[in-house]
Nanobody, 128 residues
Framework: QVQVVESCGGLVQAGGSLRLSCTTS????????MAWFRQAPGKERDGVAC?????????NYADSVKARFTISRDNAKRTAYLQMGDLRPEDTAMYYC????????????????????WGRGTQVTVSS
């Protein structure tokens, strides 16, 4: 049984930082592209970043988070991370981790429908 679990969200002031974690089990982590999405109330789920390992590293970011967020992964720990800096109120959302076997990160990484497995999310709230 595959499990994807996000953690380490919270409340932070504007300009602050957070590092989200995404731990997995039940899948061959090395073979999966890992991505972060976010969804604010009343809005669609948007891609934040993705990291593909298989066949060479490929990383993508949404324009809104470039230079502020960094995605990484530790294959030995089967864990992906999202380091978020210079946080803004508009970053407030539920953040979801997703995994895909078919290299979504190299195709249409921002499309939620490309991903096989999802976590339940962790809330990030940025106060002004």
């Amino acid at each position: 049984q595959v499990q994807v679990v996000e953690s380490c969200g919270g409340l932070v002031q504007a300009g602050g930082s957070l590092r989200l974690s995404c731990t997995t089990s039940g899948l061959f982590f090395d073979e999966y592209d890992m991505a972060w999405f976010r969804q604010a109330p009343g809005k669609e789920r948007d891609g934040v970043a993705c990291y593909s390992w298989t066949g060479g590293i490929a990383i993508n970011y949404a324009d809104s988070v470039k230079a502020r967020f960094t995605i990484s992964r530790d294959n030995a720990k089967r864990t992906a991370y999202l380091q978020m800096g210079d946080l803004r109120p508009e970053d407030t959302a539920m953040y979801y981790c997703a995994a895909d076997y078919d290299q979504a990160c190299r195709i249409r990484w921002f499309a939620a429908g490309m991903y096989d497995y999802w976590g339940r999310g962790t809330q990030v709230t940025v106060s002004s």
